[in-house]
């Protein structure tokens, strides 16, 4: 089956770390470029960090930027989402998404430029 699926998920209290994963399966996630996307509920999708698909090119939103990293897994159907200092208001489910018409070099933090595949999400909570 033809998927992407995260996990890491999980509560955490204030000022703590969680490292999410998104696996892709049916494909090789390293031949795309992919993004990590937070929703809350009634919210908007939030673009939150993406890597292009050569990995030249990482971006962050500002409400994570030097807290949040991405990378590549040495698996080349992961990608991780290495989160520290998390705050109550990191709470929501996290979600990636993988991409294949930006140019390899570029990556996007707008939900609407990827058009390939979407995971379920993972539920990260931090507590106060």
């Known amino acids: 089956q033809v998927q992407l699926v995260e996990s890491g998920g999980g509560l955490v209290q204030s000022g703590g770390s969680l490292t999410l994963s998104c696996r892709s399966s049916?494909?090789?996630?390293?031949?795309?470029?992919v993004g990590w996307f937070r929703q809350v509920p009634d919210g908007q999708r939030e673009g939150i960090s993406c890597?292009?698909?050569?990995?030249?090119?990482?971006e962050y939103a500002d409400a994570v930027k030097g807290r949040f990293t991405i990378r590549r897994s040495s698996d080349k159907n992961v990608v991780l989402l290495e989160m520290t200092d998390l705050r109550p208001e990191d709470s929501a489910v996290y979600i990636c998404?993988?991409?294949?018409?930006?140019?390899?070099?570029?990556?996007?933090?707008?939900?609407?430029?990827?058009?390939?595949?979407w995971g379920h999400g993972t539920l990260v909570t931090v507590s106060p």
């Open positions: 998404a993988s991409n294949m018409r930006l140019p390899s070099a570029m990556c996007s933090l707008s939900a609407e430029r990827y058009q390939h595949y």
């Open positions: 049916g494909f090789t996630l390293a031949l795309y470029g």
């Open positions: 890597i292009s698909k050569n990995s030249a090119t990482i």
